[in-house]
Every structure is written in structure tokens, then in C-alpha cells.
């Protein structure tokens, strides 16, 4: 019962990383700023740390869905890439990323959701 109660906690955090990420992302754009901050890098790095401990190997008769976990792996692997590219553009010009690379962010984070919840 207690190892239930803390893969539900990890599970409560992924997901909060998810609406750190998405969140922060939503206000940029809401604010029509299109910026990355430091919120959405923060909110990447907790899904990643989270993502990690519930893959990690359970005990037997847990099977672990590894198509999925690797989908999920290569959108997170392609939101770093696209807010790391976006973050040294911004402090090396001072200005907003470009608006498709801002909408890539949001969509990629919101697939990783979907993905999630959906299969």
C-alpha cells in the first residue's frame, strides 16, 4: 500500500510538471509575448525527473508500456531542443523566439500530455 500511495504522489508531480510547463507557456502566449522562461525549462526538467522514477522497473506482474515511454521520451528529448534553441536565441538577441518555434513548444508539451492520457 505505501509503494501505491508514492508512485500516485510521483504521478500527481508529472503531471504538475506538465501544467508547470504548459502553464508558463499559456501566459507567454495569452500575454502575447512569445518568450521562454525559465518556469517552462523548470516544469521540462521535473517531467523528465518524474518520467524517469515511473519507468523505472516495478515489481513483477507491472508491465510498463515501453512503446509509450519512449514516444513520450523523444517528444521530451524534442521540447528541450526546441526551449533550449529558443532560450539562447532570446538572451543572445533580447528578442522573442520566432512564433513558429513558440507554437512547437506548446504543441509538443501538450502532445506529451496527450499522449498520456489518450493510449
Not at 51 to 57: F, H, K, S
Not at 70 to 76: A, M, Q, S, Y
Request: proline share 5%.
Amino acid at each position: 500500500m505505501p509503494v501505491d500511495v508514492l508512485r500516485s504522489v510521483v504521478v500527481l508531480v508529472h503531471i504538475s510538471a506538465f501544467a508547470i510547463t504548459f502553464g508558463a507557456w499559456a501566459a507567454e502566449a495569452a500575454a502575447r509575448r512569445f518568450r521562454f522562461t525559465r518556469l517552462m525549462d523548470y516544469g521540462l526538467l521535473l517531467s523528465l525527473v518524474t518520467g524517469v522514477v515511473l519507468a523505472a522497473p516495478r515489481p513483477a506482474g507491472i508491465d510498463l508500456n515501453y512503446a509509450k515511454i519512449g514516444v513520450k521520451l523523444v517528444i521530451l528529448v524534442l521540447l528541450g531542443g526546441v526551449l533550449g534553441m529558443g532560450s539562447a536565441r532570446q538572451r543572445r538577441t533580447g528578442e522573442p523566439v520566432p512564433q513558429p518555434m513558440f507554437v512547437s513548444a506548446g504543441a509538443l508539451s501538450l502532445a506529451a500530455a496527450g499522449v498520456a492520457v489518450i493510449w
